[in-house]
């Protein structure tokens, strides 16, 4: 089996409090040529970050003892834009879309098989490889009075305020300034951001780019930056500048 494709092997950190399943991705994942390490709660999860530092994704289940998934994942973003795949048993897509609000990069709903998960942290890492090479290139742009410089990630109001954006939202917001007034479909969008194709139905882009226009818009309820377009999709709609 092949592994990822830099030299050394890149760090996962598995939350799973099922030992059955927790004990077949470490195992499978480590054959994928990953380092992979397990916590089963919140708890381990914060030892081992003490003692090891960040990898470069989580698994992280949603259902755990304790301290529960979504806290956990909103705790890790506050910290790191690392990337979180969050796997759960349940089949409501509030719980999937509340995941996605606060900054999970992908969700997996078990049961599912690990060759699919192993796809979608490759597809994860590669664009994080991706965008790391992009930053070696910064520029700064300007739109409708934001700053944005991208060496830092930082974007600035008209006013200078700095708007913390995360991770999703950040490369969202990205995926736009790189083709202003083009209308882009959902499906573009998916597969910018999670580097695979999606169903042509999955609420997960609306959520992403409802919360980027709370950042951005002055009345997020009439958006005038980030337009809806009927049956297509959404357009950026000012110019960008590149300096």
Request: glycine content about 8%; aromatic content about 6%.
């Amino acid at each position: 089996m092949s592994g990822p494709t830099s030299a050394l092997p890149q760090k996962l950190l598995i939350v799973e409090d099922d030992d059955e399943i927790g004990t077949l991705l470490r195992d499978f994942l480590q054959r994928e040529g990953f380092e992979t390490e397990l916590a089963r709660s919140g708890i381990e999860l914060d030892v081992l970050l003490h003692r090891q530092g960040f990898p470069a994704l989580f698994v992280l289940d949603l259902m755990l003892p304790g301290e529960d998934g979504l806290s956990i994942c909103r705790r890790l973003r506050a910290l790191r834009d690392t990337p979180i795949i969050m796997l759960t048993a349940k089949a409501d897509d509030i719980d999937r879309i509340v995941g996605l609000e606060l900054g999970a990069d992908d969700y997996l709903a078990k049961p599912f098989s690990p060759r699919e998960l192993v796809a979608r942290i490759r597809a994860i890492l590669r664009r994080a490889q991706e965008q790391g090479t992009v930053v070696a290139r910064a520029e700064t742009l300007h739109f409708a009075g934001f700053t944005l410089d991208s060496g830092v990630r930082r974007l600035r109001d008209a006013s200078g305020k700095e708007i913390e954006l995360l991770g999703g939202e950040y490369e969202l917001l990205m995926v736009f300034l790189q083709r202003p007034q083009q209308v882009l479909t959902r499906e573009q969008l998916m597969d910018w951001l999670k580097g695979r194709s999606w169903a042509s139905f999955d609420r997960s882009i609306d959520v992403a780019v409802s919360r980027l226009r709370r950042k951005i818009e002055l009345d997020p309820a009439q958006p005038a930056l980030i337009k809806t377009v009927r049956n297509g999709g959404y357009v950026f709609s000012v110019a960008v500048e590149h300096r």
